[in-house]
């Protein structure tokens, strides 16, 4: 029973022994995780290098500052490109109305051409027939443009008619023209024109020989034009148009009593430099 004892006793001061070691080690490391540490900041005042700036600062501030209306200078720009440099896309030229400008129509359709003599009795030569023509001018305003016109419509071998009544047909052409000026007027974006030429108009007729058989003094007459052109180049366009011609007033040469005029209808086509 005593040996009992000693041993119990024994056990307790190991275990108070490991305890106490265990309690140093701790207040080690806690003195030493104190000591690295940094002190606490106190945010009143400086940082430590702060230096503290020359008494006129503030004036040395206020002179450095640019007079009153003084302008920045602008950014420098873009370097420029190297000589021969062209851009990848250039874009294509504007297709515009502007400087000369040169017509020619050809086309085909209707005519009819008469004489109505001092009785009332009317000889009329009908039938289909071509067209052409010819204008030349400038551009006075954008899309406005006046010209000389040159035109005429041309039958070949054409029905005759005496007051209405067909009288069959003659070998030979017939042909009205006219020369006067005009002007035309293109609506933009969708390059559709209108023109109009007054003029000075003749009539012939002649046979299958040249022989002339009517041949008429000048008169008068109008040309008229709508159409729509399509661009083919920067200056070119192309296109389609309704034409008439009508005309009046030609005293036949001859037979001063004759009076001719006419009328006719056609579609053209028209080449336009401008």
Same mark, same amino acid.
């Given at each position: ?5 000693v ?7 190991r ?13 080690v ?5 104190a @000591?690295? !540490? =940094?002190? *606490?900041?106190?945010?009143n005042? +400086? /940082? $430590?290098?702060?230096q503290?700036? &020359? %008494?006129? #600062?503030?004036?040395?501030?206020? @002179?450095? !500052? =640019?007079? *009153?209306?003084?302008?920045?200078? +602008? /950014? $420098?720009?873009?370097?420029?490109? &190297? %000589?021969? #440099? ?7 030229? =504007?297709?515009?109305h ?35 023509g ?35 047909g ?5 042909t ?39 041949e008429?003094?000048?008169?008068y007459g ?13 200056n ?15 005293k ?23």
């Amino acid at each position: 029973m005593h040996t009992v004892l000693v041993f119990r006793r024994t056990a307790s001061a190991r275990t108070a022994s490991a305890l106490l070691a265990v309690t140093g080690v701790l207040s080690v490391s806690a003195a030493a995780v104190a @000591q690295t !540490q =940094p002190p *606490p900041q106190d945010y009143n005042q +400086p /940082p $430590p290098g702060y230096q503290q700036p &020359p %008494p006129d #600062y503030q004036q040395q501030q206020q @002179q450095q !500052q =640019p007079p *009153p209306g003084y302008q920045q200078p +602008p /950014p $420098p720009s873009a370097y420029a490109p &190297p %000589p021969g #440099y062209a851009p990848a896309y250039a874009p294509p030229p =504007p297709n515009v109305h502007d400087g000369f400008y040169l017509r020619l129509h050809l086309g085909g359709g209707y005519a009819h051409m008469g004489g109505t003599d001092a009785a009332g009795d009317e000889l009329a030569f009908v039938g289909g027939g071509g067209s052409f023509g010819l204008a030349v001018g400038a551009t006075i305003a954008p899309n406005l443009i006046i010209f000389g016109n040159l035109f005429g419509m041309a039958l070949s071998d054409p029905d005759v008619e005496f007051n209405g009544a067909a009288q069959g047909g003659v070998s030979g052409t017939t042909t009205i023209g006219g020369i006067g000026p005009g002007i035309a007027y293109y609506f933009q974006p969708v390059n559709i024109y209108i023109s109009g030429t007054v003029a000075a108009m003749q009539f012939n007729a002649s046979d299958s020989n040249g022989n002339t058989q009517y041949e008429s003094n000048i008169g008068y007459g109008f040309q008229g034009m709508v159409g729509k052109e399509w661009w083919v180049s920067e200056n070119w366009g192309l296109g389609v148009a309704g034409e008439f011609l009508g005309a009046g007033g030609m005293k036949d040469k001859v037979d001063s009593g004759l009076t001719w005029s006419g009328y006719a209808f056609s579609v053209v086509f028209s080449a336009t430099y401008n």
